[in-house]
């Protein structure tokens, strides 16, 4: 779980900048809650992908197995946010990342979050250690 220590903008190791959408508001005008997830899930799908995991190849991928955000403050069209995520804990077979939302221009989070991934076979779905070049890429990111 992220406590309040992890709402900077320096606590984070990797960010990833996407702009909001008209449609992600809902009729509050505020991002909608299932868009928060979505944007996180981009966020660590994009950082896997730069640490070369290959989503539709590799025989060992993750699989999420956790996610939780704390709402800290509204967000909206037309905001252009950096989400940030830092790696807490790299096991044998699964990764803990802490996440946080930033609007540009802003250090304090609008909203945090954790995810934690279990590696598996893709075939038989069994756990599995993370792959070696994954790990070495998250331990630089701890």
Known sequence: MINNEWLKRDDYRYFYTIPTRWNDNDQFGHLNNVIYYRLFEALIVQYLTDAGLDWMQDPVIPYAAESQCRFLRAVSFPDVLDLGVRVMKVGRTSVIYAM??????????????HWVHVYVDRQTQQPMPVPEPIREAMLRDC
């Open 100 to 113: 946080a939302m930033f609007r540009q221009g802003e250090d304090e989070a609008a909203a945090t979050g």
